[in-house]
Structures are given as structure tokens and as C-alpha cells.
């Protein structure tokens, strides 16, 4: 079994920073790709960022371009979510996803964390 744990989320003033984490543990064999997603109350969730782990290229959606940035350390199985430059309709629940293969007879990894919310407001 795999866990996801994040961290990071809170209240935020517009123009403020605020930095997400996300710890795998468990039964993991390997991690292909880390990401971070959002849900707006109301909204369908949507991929905030997106990053390959071997090479570390990454992907963001056009909203959070120039001012997110997301980052990975292997060794520790995280993803992390540097934000700066929030704006209020930056206000959602963040989840994080883990794909990759599970320890357990190489099965396929697709783990998302509890979700963790970040509030952008005056």
C-alpha cells in the first residue's frame, strides 16, 4: 500500500508565496511521474503542474505559468509546489498524484494525497 502525505496549504494574502510537499512511502518500486492538481468548489479538478521524475521535465497549466514551480527530490519520494504571485482564484483544494509501480508484483502506481487547501484572500 502507498500513502500520500502533503503539507503546506493555509491561508495566503494576494501577491503571497506558499510552498506544497507531498511524501511517498510504502510499497513503491518506482515513481514515473509526480503532479499536482486542484479542485475549486463548483469546478471539475484540473492539472496544476506535472513533472517527469527521471529527467524532470515539466508541465503547467497556462493559469500558474511563471508563477509556480514544481520540483522533486528522489531520494525522498516528494513533489513540492513552490507558489508565489497567488491570486484569489488560485483558491482550491491541492491534490497531489503519484503514477508509477507499486512493490507489489510491479503493479501500476496511480495515488492521489487527501488534499490539502489553499485560501487566497484579503
Known amino acids: 500500500q502507498v500513502q500520500l502525505v502533503e503539507s503546506g496549504g493555509g491561508l495566503v494574502q494576494p501577491g503571497g508565496s506558499l510552498r506544497l510537499a507531498c511524501a511517498a512511502s510504502g510499497s513503491i518500486f518506482s515513481i514515473n511521474a509526480m503532479g499536482w492538481y486542484r479542485q475549486a468548489p463548483g469546478k471539475q479538478r484540473e492539472l496544476v503542474a506535472a513533472?517527469?521524475?527521471?529527467?524532470?521535465?515539466?508541465n503547467y497549466a497556462d493559469s500558474v505559468k511563471g508563477r509556480f514551480t514544481i520540483s522533486r527530490d528522489n531520494a525522498k519520494n516528494t513533489v513540492y509546489l513552490q507558489m508565489n504571485s497567488l491570486k484569489p482564484e488560485d483558491t482550491a483544494v491541492y491534490y497531489c498524484?503519484?503514477?508509477?509501480?507499486?512493490?507489489?508484483?510491479?503493479?501500476?502506481?496511480?495515488?492521489w494525497g487527501q488534499g490539502t487547501l489553499v485560501t487566497v484572500s484579503s
Open positions: 513533472i517527469i521524475t527521471r529527467f524532470g521535465s515539466t
Open positions: 498524484n503519484v503514477k508509477g509501480r507499486t512493490g507489489l508484483n510491479l503493479d501500476a502506481l496511480d495515488a
